[in-house]
Nanobody
Framework: QVQLVESGGGLVQPGGSLRLSCAAS????????RAWYRQATGKQRELVAA???????NYADVVKGRFTISRDNAKNTLYLQMSSLKSEDTAVYYC?????????WGQGTQVTVSS
């Protein structure tokens, strides 16, 4: 059974930085695409960034230049480095893995950007 566990969320001031991690366990097919989504209160879940097994990345326009997605295949861990955070980045952040027709989600980690 595949499990995804996010960590690294918290409260940060505007302009600050955070790094989220998503540790995966269980048998995950390959190739696979891993991604970060976020959902703010009262809004739909949206894609933040994604990375393929080959390292090709894709970012939402609103985070380009501020966020960096990366993966460590040896550790089976996905990361999201977030810099220059804004209040509008406040949301629950979820990691996702898509592989061989299956989709897996983590439980989410709260990121709050506030002074």
């Amino acid at each position: 059974q595949v499990q995804l566990v996010e960590s690294g969320g918290g409260l940060v001031q505007p302009g600050g930085s955070l790094r989220l991690s998503c540790a995966a366990s269980g048998r995950i097919g390959s190739p696979n695409t891993r991604a970060w989504y976020r959902q703010a209160t009262g809004k739909q879940r949206e894609l933040v960034a994604a990375i393929t097994s080959g390292g090709i990345t894709n970012y939402a326009d609103v985070v380009k230049g501020r966020f960096t997605i990366s993966r460590d295949n040896a550790k089976n861990t996905l990361y999201l480095q977030m810099s220059s955070l804004k209040s509008e980045d406040t949301a629950v952040y979820y990691c996702q893995i898509r592989a061989l027709g299956s989709t897996y989600w983590g439980q989410g980690t709260q990121v709050t950007v506030s002074s």
